[in-house]
């Protein structure tokens, strides 16, 4: 692949800069340069500093005044005035000067042929642009020679900070995005996480204008051609549970649906991998050999990897490109999906591990977007929190979380899809006194619902949160499908489960005035105000 590439027009005057050049470069790159180790697996082991999760609270979206009413601003769009952009963006290309060599990746975002966005990506650490390649779709050598100026353009300074004293920044680390001039920067943060999510908030913001909705989701196909859908924060199981070796994956975290069903936005998987083994994760575990990138993970001195060591993070992750599942299905687009399942993690044991939803409630669950947030996926987050992310993604949405929402409801009605409410989190009691529902059951649960055998079975209305639960599902114990049941104090259970349905009420309570009559009366029981 062709290897140089003119940065002039950015003001990047570097004369070494190696465009899209191949994995085994990159790796003799990182180990040369960027003190990279390769492991007995074949991966290449790269750390990412100070900051080993995202750092959502340091996000800023320049705000122009054409396209103010477009943004949600929310609590995660905080504005930016673009003479600040233009100030991060100089500090940047200053940085990036600086060096001896930087690496730049050209690829695309999205599938689809009509929908897809070209990317360039310009950053100083190889490790940083072998994960992009990884994670955006690697374009051919004709795709390359013809990839002309891209639509979109990361500058990655991530190990240089930004000025807080900048207006609207505030922070070493800045994570800006400009729409006007389609470019993001990136700077006080090594992450490699935060380059796919910029691109997936742009996309965010440009597919609902196309009325293509997108999606925080994996998506997988089962042999009939039915597609199911996973959405869910990171750690409630997106990855794990679509790499079903029956089933062929279409991606593992960033979809969109439009009018010929679903497609892939990347063209990688991004997978926690703390605790993986190869008896309760077969797929991911081997899908890590050469050309995938280990991020801040410890290894001893024979270079054999211990997924079980949190010392650095909890937050370990695996960056490899989709192909390396051996069931991917490539082109990664397929039809309208049967089944949308919302994944949650509940921390205080509550939610029954699997409840079939009406589209009233998918749709209220869908705008709570309740998980727990898991130990390292963020800063400072160092064991379960419950929280309330719209979409199951707030993060990253652009628009009003009830744009996103009323563009599910249609396509669900549209095409008769089932919905679904599956807790992966604790049973027996919160956080701390149960434990976390075994994954062998929750794949069992998966497993009947793709087979359409649980949507036959009779179901009992859950008294706290109006959800209908099934009697029976095969392969999982049916005590546990009543969470009271696994709880040694009832009344304990009972008052837990009040405390969480007023947390629903308070954090649906901002999206009401937009939200139906219907969609209002699916959320949890009325109850007493809890202090």
Known sequence: MKQDCDLGQYGITVRKVLRNIVPAELYEEAVRYDQGAIVSSGALVAYSGEKTGRSPKDKRIVVHPEDYDD??????????????????????????????????????????????????????????????????????????????????????????????????????????????????????????????????????????????????????????????LFFGLSGTGKTTLSADPERRLIGDDEHCWGEDGVFNIEGGCYAKCIDLSPEKEPEIYQAIRFGTVLENVVFDERREVDFSDASITENTRASYPIEFVPNAKVPCVGGHPSNIVLLTCDAFGVLPPVSHLSPAQAMYHFISGYTAKVAGTEQGVTEPEATFSACFGAAFLVWHPARYAEMLAERMRKHHADAWLVNTGWSGGPYGVGKRIDLKYTRAIIHAIHSGELAKVPTVEEPH???????????????????????????????????????????????????????????????????
């Not at 013809?146 to 505030?170: K, L, Q, R, S």
């Not at 009040?498 to 309570?509: C, I, P, S, T």
Request: glycine letters at 8%.
């Open 71 to 228: 943004i949600w601003e929310g609590d995660v769009n905080f504005p930016l005035p673009i003479e600040s952009f233009r100030v991060n963006r100089q500090r940047a290309i200053d940085y990036l000067n600086l060096r001896d060599r930087v690496y730049v990746f050209d690829g695309f975002a999205g599938w689809h042929p009509k929908y897809r966005l070209k990317v360039r990506v310009i950053c100083a650490r190889p490790y940083h642009a072998l994960f992009m390649h990884n994670m955006l779709i690697r374009p051919t050598p004709e795709e390359l020679a013809d990839f002309g100026e891209p639509e979109y353009v990361i500058f990655n300074a991530g190990e240089f900070p930004a000025n807080p004293y900048t207006e609207g920044v505030g922070s070493p680390t800045s994570v800006s995005l400009c729409f006007k001039h389609q470019q993001i920067v990136i700077l006080g943060t090594q992450y490699a996480g935060e380059m796919k999510k910029g691109i997936f908030t742009v996309m965010h913001y440009l597919m609902p204008k196309r009325d293509v909705l997108s999606m925080h989701c994996s998506a997988n196909e089962g042999p009939r051609g039915d597609v199911c």
């Open 465 to 531: 949160f109006g959800l209908a639960v099934p009697k029976a599902c095969p392969g999982v114990p049916a005590e546990i499908l009543f969470p009271k049941n696994t709880w040694a104090d009832g009344g304990e259970y009972d008052k837990t489960a009040r405390k969480l349905a007023a947390l629903f009420h308070k954090n649906f309570a901002q999206y009401a005035d937009l939200a139906s009559e219907e969609i209002r009366r699916a959320g949890p029981h009325e109850v007493a105000p809890t202090n």
